[in-house]
């Protein structure tokens, strides 16, 4: 099973930026797509991007013109560049496996550990 690592989380104000990475132990070749969530304290797991391995994106309401999604699969790393971070961006993100929603329950795997990134003045 591939492991997949978070990093690049931190302390932001709002408005700044802030990008964070997952590094796959082995190819995101091999994965219908990849997909960032996050979770913040009290709440649901959300959600937040996916990439597939053709290069289209998809994003929840609350990011979108904010975040941006990347991959290079040559470094079996996926991006999440965050921009106009508000205190509402705050939580822990995650990374994933994204088998595609015909999965139901099972779509998402392999799950990360977790960057905390909080905005804050």
């Known amino acids: 099973q591939v492991q997949l690592v978070e990093s690049g989380g931190g302390l932001v104000q709002p408005g700044g930026s802030l990008r964070i990475s997952c590094a796959a132990s082995g190819s995101i070749r091999s994965f219908y797509a990849m997909a960032w969530h996050r979770q913040a304290p009290g709440k649901q797991r959300e959600l937040v991007a996916f990439?597939?391995?053709?290069?289209?994106?998809n994003y929840a309401d609350s990011v979108k013109g904010r975040f941006t999604i990347s991959r290079d699969n040559a470094k079996n790393t996926v991006y999440l560049q965050m921009n106009s971070l508000k205190p509402e961006d705050t939580a822990v993100y995650y990374c994933?496996?994204?088998?595609?929603?015909?999965?139901?329950?099972?779509?998402?795997?392999?799950w990360g550990q977790g960057t905390q990134v909080t905005v804050s003045s």
């Open positions: 990439i597939t391995l053709g290069g289209f994106t």
């Open positions: 994933s496996e994204d088998r595609g929603p015909g999965y139901g329950a099972g779509r998402f795997g392999s």
